[in-house]
């Protein structure tokens, strides 16, 4: 089972820049997710979607774009890379059941390490 | 608005010693609290989940929390450290079974001497 995968795994971008993370699941899950970590500072979230065709901001938007065309993937976009963008970024997912409840388990991807230099 | 607290980024324990790992959290709403561990270069994965049964959670691995209200609690602990427990733990919280979004913890990371 390929779960959540994420493409590329490393990249190496120059300030200005720009690139696009990609992240797919096959467990038909609603909810998907963007977070990046950072040491000491645990997971912050920086956008998520609750449908297709649906995105909101989380806890750190500023310097990122996303879009949800398709249920399957979350594609995260960084539209003009700077040195404080250097971090690793997570892709998750959650199911929901009936009334679109959530037991708040995340699948997570392995990660998309960037460096902007 | 839901926060999470760890205290002490690194924690450092013999073979065989107990490991605890200590987590605080507000929530305005009944809360479902996790505990994830992620070994090196890997992503997240669930320890264990409180989601408003029994107090006393049991997960994978030997790990078990227990949920304190009056606490505002949720302290992670293993009898005995085993060298594969070496890996950063994570606290999370949700705002419940309508909660969709999860707020981390800072994590700890765990080392295990022989």
Redo the contacts between chains.
């Keep these: 089972n390929a779960g959540?995968t994420q493409t590329p795994k490393f990249r190496v971008l120059k300030t200005g820049q720009s690139m696009t993370l990609l992240c797919a699941q096959d467990m038909n899950h609603e909810?998907m997710?963007w977070?990046r970590q950072d040491p000491?500072?645990?997971?912050?979230?920086i956008h998520?979607s609750?449908g297709e065709g649906t995105t909101a901001k989380?806890e750190v938007p500023d310097g990122y774009n996303v879009s949800r065309l398709k249920k399957q993937n979350f594609l995260l976009g960084l539209e003009s890379a700077a040195p404080s963008q250097t971090s690793v970024y997570?892709c998750?997912s959650?199911p929901t059941g009936q009334g679109?409840?959530?037991?708040?388990?995340?699948f997570?991807?392995?990660?998309s390490r960037l460096t902007v230099l | 608005a839901q926060s999470?607290t760890?205290l002490g980024?690194h924690v450092s324990v013999s073979e065989g010693a107990l490991v605890l790992l200590r987590c605080n959290y507000s929530s305005s709403v009944p809360p479902?609290l996790?505990w994830?561990v992620q070994y090196p270069?890997?992503?997240?994965?669930?320890l264990l989940?409180y989601?408003s049964a029994a107090t006393l959670v049991k997960g994978i691995n030997g790990f078990e929390a227990e949920f304190k209200k009056s606490e505002t609690s949720f302290h992670l602990t293993k009898p005995s450290a085993h060298m594969s427990d070496a890996a950063e733990y994570?606290c999370?919280v949700?705002e419940g079974?309508?909660?969709?979004?999860?707020?981390?913890?800072?994590?700890t990371r765990v080392l295990v001497k022989p």
Excluded: C, D, H, P
Aim: hydrophobic letters at 40%; zero cysteines; proline letters at 0%.
């Design positions: 959540v909810y997710y977070y000491g500072m645990g997971l912050r979230l998520y609750v989380g997570f998750a959650i679109r409840l959530t037991t708040g388990e995340l997570f991807g392995e990660g | 999470v760890q980024s479902y996790f994830y270069n890997q992503g997240l994965q669930l989940k989601t994570f999370a949700s079974a309508a909660g969709n979004k999860l707020t981390f913890g800072g994590g």
